[in-house]
């Protein structure tokens, strides 16, 4: 079989045709974000189409491309038609092959950063590593409770910061994500 080239070319977003097989999906809440990173860097990334113009990675990019009114994109197409099953499998390793977080290294962005790109479960990821790193184990419904609800004076609130966030101002950030529904209490204890 002949040896896949990619080229970069220009469609009209209308004539991309989305595949019926793509498994991937996202929430109103991701698509929002996603929404956001768009409006704010464009086209960073193109999306990936067959010869007929079947969507192979970017469905959901596309549907806002339309929706924020852009007519015409980049896409990378091959230099040769692909099968159905290549197709799926390109398609699954565009969305599966993506990688973990390095959580240390994560812990070190401003929390504020994270909350307005999208992070909420990630986060209770990077307090769990914080927890095992410096103090007792896994918080309980009282520590999340003090977390969403009392003030910074309060001494729960004080050990958890001992514990996890390390400092109030992180937790006043947090606070304020779980306050405007950014980040629920209900999601923080799904994930401990």
Known sequence: MIKINWKTEKRKV???????????KISEKQRGELMESIKEFSE????????????????QRISIYADLGKEEIDVRVPNRKLTEEEEKRLN?????NTGDWDLELLGKFDMDMLLDVGFDEELSDIFDDMNELDGPGPLDNDRIKALTVLPP????IKERAQIGIK???????????????????EK???LI
């Open 14 to 24: 209308k004539d991309l045709i989305p595949a019926d097989y793509n498994p991937r």
């Open 44 to 59: 960073v990334e193109p999306v990936v189409i067959n010869t007929n113009n079947r969507l192979i990675g970017g469905h």
């Open 92 to 96: 699954l390793r565009l969305n599966k």
């Open 153 to 156: 004076e309060t001494p729960v």
């Open 167 to 185: 400092a109030i101002d992180n937790y006043e950030k947090i606070k304020k994500a779980v306050e405007d529904g950014v980040i629920t209490e």
């Open 188 to 190: 923080i204890l799904a």
